[in-house]
């Protein structure tokens, strides 16, 4: 039990820690993309003022008549009007209203980037409106940042700045840095979970020292107690053998006393047997029987009972009458036996007068199952979840009345996990309840098996 705790605790530790690292990873790396993306923008943008300034002037010199006579050859307005401050990877361009470039920034012979600016691919972009906005541009295998402004005064008002950069290198970067980070993020993941299972360990150490002790004293005083009833027990039995020299009043007080002897040996049996699957471990001595016989024996007990509540105990006979005879199990038979009493106790402590239990059995290739179906109160869906914990109440008022233990179908749970079986059960308030066990008609010994 502490085991899968710590288990969970360390998973649910690693995945907080692994959610923080993630978060972490992709903020950083959005920190960093949105810090290179506003440094190539600001330099686009300082680009951009700085060539509308500069032209501005130019024009307003002799050499702007330039920009506007058809008759001057376009390589001397690009000598004219070359922008200052490009950087090698870097270029400019000027369209007239009309969409027509009239200037293309010529970029230094050293830039060999520049020289290679994919003028055709990146055109339709050129072309676009400008918004004052930048955004990137893959051609030819390579990333551009473009962006651009309409200048808005001035002999050139209308005509478009197109600016745009190469950021394939810092688009690179980014790559890198995001598998940097999901190592880095993975690692730390590693170590968060080493150190989760660590801290849950620790946490989770007291806490069993806590529980070991608290079962070691259940299981020493369900021992301890054994023998004063045991005493009781034999008192009260004495007392029976002369009872009829009593009055009606003491015979009351007998009845009473035994019943609750009775009560108080069934609740330390139970809670002798909780001690034990507590440990880990729940010793069953296996051997191959029938669980028809079993079942009709637990039938044949439990008559006496069923008539005193006026509740009618019913076998179901399978359609096949060979399933019956094939429904042979390899388990523990006291425990099994132990479990179909528990259940059919319940079904008819919980049932109404008048009412019944129905009991079957139904067999296929891999499994034998047990059915045991009452007409009783039934269970609220709420409940269903938590029945088999210990001293569960569905109805605190009327458990106190009843002669239950509040252990019975936790006991019947642990000794369903011991035989790797399975528990079902569905309800209907006040129609009924019906319980399905299913056991592998073919399996393994089960000698000393861990409780889970």
């Known amino acids: ?188 993941l590693a170590a968060g979970g080493a150190a989760g299972s660590i801290l849950a360990g620790r946490a989770m150490g007291p806490i069993a020292q806590a529980f070991h002790r608290q079962e070691q004293f259940t299981s020493d005083a369900s021992h301890e107690l054994r023998t004063p009833l045991s005493i009781l027990r034999s008192a009260i039995e004495v007392l029976d053998e002369e009872r009829n020299k009593l009055s009606d009043f003491h015979r009351h007080v007998l009845m009473k006393s035994s019943q609750e002897i009775h009560h108080m040996n069934r609740l330390v049996e139970n809670l002798l047997v909780l001690a034990r699957s507590d440990n880990g471990r729940l010793d069953l001595v296996t051997s191959e029987f029938s669980l028809r016989y079993t079942i009709r024996q637990v039938m044949e007990q439990l008559q006496p009972i069923s008539e005193s509540k006026q509740v009618e105990l019913k076998w179901e006979h399978s359609l096949n009458s060979s399933d019956e005879e094939k429904a042979i199990i390899l388990a523990d038979e006291v425990r099994i036996r132990q479990l179909i009493l528990i259940l059919i106790e319940n079904a008819i402590q919980y049932n109404r007068e008048g009412g019944s239990v129905t009991i079957s059995v139904v067999t296929n290739q891999q499994k034998v199952i047990l059915i045991i179906s009452d007409t009783g109160i039934g269970i609220e869906e709420d409940h269903l979840p938590h029945i088999f914990e210990r001293f569960y109440r569905m109805d605190k008022a009327r458990t106190r009345r009843s002669e239950g233990t509040g252990l019975g179908l936790a006991i019947a749970k642990q000794i369903v996990d011991a035989h790797r079986a399975k528990i079902e059960v569905w309800s209907t308030p006040q129609v009924g309840t019906t319980f399905r066990v299913s056991f592998s008609s073919i399996s393994d010994s089960f000698q000393n098996v861990p409780l889970t």
């Not at 907080?16 to 959005?30: E, H, N, R």
């Not at 686009?44 to 006579?69: C, H, M, R, T, V």
């Not at 376009?74 to 270029?91: A, C, I």
């Not at 970029?107 to 020289?115: D, F, I, M, Q």
Request: glycine share 6%.
């Open 1 to 188: 039990m502490f085991k899968r705790t710590r288990t969970r605790l360390t998973r649910e530790f690693s995945l907080t820690i692994g959610i923080i690292l993630m978060i972490s990873a992709f903020f950083s790396l959005w920190m960093v993309q949105q810090m290179l993306t506003s440094t190539e923008d600001n330099q686009l943008g300082s680009l951009s003022k700085q060539y509308e300034a500069e032209l501005q002037k130019l024009i307003e010199s002799p050499k702007g008549n330039a920009l506007f006579d058809p008759s001057v050859d376009r390589n001397k307005v690009n000598s004219f009007y070359e922008p200052g401050g490009l950087q090698l990877n870097q270029m400019a361009w000027l369209f007239d209203p009309n969409g027509e470039l009239i200037f293309q920034s010529s970029p230094s012979e050293k830039n060999a980037l520049g020289v290679n600016f994919p003028l055709t691919a990146l055109m339709p972009i050129l072309l676009k409106e400008p918004d004052n906005n930048y955004r990137n541009v893959n051609a030819e295998g390579r990333t551009f940042r473009i962006g651009g402004t309409i200048i808005s005064t001035g002999k050139i008002q209308d005509y478009k700045i197109i600016v745009a950069q190469e950021v394939t290198n810092d688009n690179k970067l980014i790559a890198q840095l995001r598998w940097a980070f999901a190592g880095f993020a993975l690692l730390l």
